[in-house]
């Protein structure tokens, strides 16, 4: 299970921080997601690979930092000088190789 936190509305520049707990097993592959109105869920950063690879998507290259707790099965998404286009719902997603399991999205709003 995939539990998101730390969405919010934000004005444009601002900051936040989504959070994403997993319990009952660890994952080697832990990221995040967004979809906004009217679009498809897209990609937007993760452990990928075996889990030692970091991949951003290219708009939030520079403004966006994804890290993760071990110790508490926990990974985090910085997010920094949001546009309005952030704007999404954003999903935490998991598995052991590939994005096998979900969680039930937070919403980050950003105000222009």
């Known amino acids: 299970q995939l539990q998101a936190s730390g969405g919010g509305l934000v004005q444009a520049g601002g900051s936040l921080r989504l959070s994403c707990v997993a319990s009952?097993?660890?994952?080697?592959?832990m990221g995040w997601f967004r979809q906004a109105p009217k679009k498809e869920r897209e990609f937007v950063a993760g452990?990928?690979?075996?889990?030692?690879?970091?991949d951003y998507r290219d708009p939030v290259k520079g403004r966006f930092t994804i890290s993760r707790d071990n110790a508490k099965n926990t990974v985090y998404l910085q997010m920094n000088k949001l546009k309005p286009e952030d704007t999404a719902i954003y999903y935490c997603?998991?598995?052991?190789?590939?994005?096998?399991?979900w969680g039930q999205g937070t919403l980050v709003t950003v105000s222009s």
């Open positions: 009952g097993r660890t994952f080697s592959v």
């Open positions: 452990f990928t690979g075996s889990g030692d690879r970091i």
């Open positions: 997603a998991a598995g052991g190789r590939l994005y096998e399991y």
